[in-house]
């Protein structure tokens, strides 16, 4: 990791260990549309991998009504949340770039408004690094960005915070590459509370399958 890249990231951990109370509250308690894909799949107890999970909340604490849940996240303020809203999670403090899990550990993960947060140029290695940990046939479910824009600093709830993204074909294409089936693209609007959002937004959200061994 080069020195640009380790202070982006630092930006980011300090942004949301700045951040995180106020986030938290700000942020839908309903998961709502986000992961109705995913919860129509997979079984009961499967394992499942949220990426930048922040406080947990909706996403992981939806997750554990019915599955083993490990959220990764490299805010401690963010982490420490996540451990009181989602007690029978796993949660650990780390850069997903650097954290470990063996081959085929999880039958899916999930990744929402976070992946925006790496230097783009990782991404294709961090599909990879997921594409690994999955089980064959195990499900990916991210909110991916749509711009095309290498680094964009602006404020967020008090602290300055960085995006970096390649445009959404881009994601289609590193998908299919990497070994994914693309088994539905759709939108979701804001994860915050309609109060704070100033404009409308949406993003889309792109829900992949691992292909099995045999094919
Ligand atoms: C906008 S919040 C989203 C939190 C949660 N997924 C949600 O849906 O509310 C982005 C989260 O990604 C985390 N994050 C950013 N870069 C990360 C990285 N390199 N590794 C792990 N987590 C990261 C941040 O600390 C933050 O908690």
Not at 46 to 61: E, H, M, N, R, S
Not at 84 to 93: A, E, S, Y
Request: hydrophobic share 40%.
């Amino acid at each position: 990791m080069n020195t640009v890249t380790a202070n982006y990231k630092a930006l980011v951990q300090s942004g949301y260990d700045q951040c995180a109370a106020a986030y938290h509250e700000s942020r839908r308690s309903e998961a709502g549309r986000e992961l109705g894909a995913l919860l129509s799949v997979l079984e009961d107890g499967a394992a499942v991998l949220d990426i930048g999970c922040g406080a947990g909340v909706p996403v992981a604490k939806t997750l554990a009504e019915r599955f083993r849940v490990t959220g990764v996240d490299i805010s401690d303020s963010m982490i420490r949340l996540a451990k009181t809203n989602v007690p029978t999670g796993t949660f650990m403090r780390s850069d997903i770039m650097s954290v470990e899990f063996a081959p085929s550990t999880f039958d899916a993960a999930t990744a929402f408004y976070s992946i925006f947060h790496v230097p783009r140029k990782e991404h294709p290695t961090l599909l990879r690094r997921i594409y690994e940990w999955l089980k064959p046939g195990g499900y990916l479910l991210c909110l991916l960005p749509h711009y095309d824009e290498e680094t964009y600093l602006d404020e967020f709830f008090g602290s300055t915070m960085y995006w970096s993204s390649y445009a959404l074909e881009e994601y289609i294409h590193f998908l299919k590459h990497t070994g994914f089936d693309l088994l539905e693209e759709s939108f979701v609007g804001s994860g915050f509370d309609e109060a704070v959002v100033a404009e409308p937004e949406t993003h889309p959200i792109v829900f992949a399958q691992k292909r099995k061994a045999s094919q």
